[in-house]
């Protein structure tokens, strides 16, 4: 089945710097790749997600890109604030096989003021 | 207010006594969906639901049980539960299960389910 790996497993940061989350996976049919941020005591959030079909997504500060040859995704995070401190999980799926997630150990981010 | 909603959000039982998690949403959404969280090993999926009547396997299935004889509910069945299976659980829904237009592959996620098995 499905394998995600994800690093680093903590990171911390200056604010105001960039944070990169690198994760791989071993199924090349997978073709679905979130991101989630899970903020302490509450459910992951979805901040971005890419398809098979795109190399590169965008939204404001937060970008993911998708390398399919290599098997591997990440998620940038530019001029980081504070409240981006948080723990960010990838995942892998593939959708059209019906929707069984899988995701990565989880990145703690700490952004310092 | 669209959201997922999971009941109780904590509970201590005892090994072996019967419970049930209960997860619901109000987004009329087809796909529901089953996790667990553990230090160090992320989310893993238990069950997963493309829609009414249709259940299927994730990666960590064993002593877990689910049903979905409404759109809106899903709930979690542990028969017997056992002192690993102490953890916190998600529900998540999302509108498709298939890859449909933009966004409506999103999952939502509950707020979280603290269970402890003594």
């Known amino acids: 089945g499905e394998n995600v790996e994800q690093h680093p497993s903590t990171l911390s940061v200056q604010e105001g710097d960039s944070a990169v989350i690198k994760c791989t996976y071993s199924d090349s049919a997978s073709n679905y790749f979130p991101w989630y941020k899970q903020e302490l005591g509450k459910g992951p959030q979805l901040i971005i997600d890419?398809?098979?079909?795109?190399g590169e997504k965008k939204d404001q500060r937060i970008a993911v890109t998708l390398n399919k040859t290599a098997k591997h995704f990440s998620l940038h995070i530019t001029e980081t604030q504070p409240e981006d401190s948080a723990v960010y999980f990838c995942a892998a799926s593939k959708a059209y096989y019906g929707q069984n997630f899988v995701f990565g150990p989880g990145t703690r981010l700490s952004v310092l003021p | 207010e669209a959201q997922v909603t999971q009941n109780p959000r904590y509970l201590i039982t005892v090994t072996g006594k019967k419970l049930t998690v209960t997860c619901s949403q109000n987004m009329n959404h087809e796909y529901m969906s089953w996790y667990r969280q553990d230090p160090g090993l992320g989310l893993r999926q238990i069950y997963y639901s493309m829609n009414v009547e249709v259940t299927d396997k994730g990666d960590v299935p064993e002593g877990y049980k689910v049903s979905r004889k409404e759109k809106r509910n899903f709930p979690l069945i542990l028969e017997s539960p056992s002192p690993n299976q102490t953890s916190l659980y998600f529900c998540?829904?999302?509108?498709?299960w298939g890859t449909g237009p933009e966004g409506t592959d999103t999952q939502y996620f509950g707020p979280g389910t603290r269970l402890t098995v003594l």
């Open positions: 890419i398809r098979s079909n795109v």
């Open positions: 998540a829904s999302s509108l498709v």
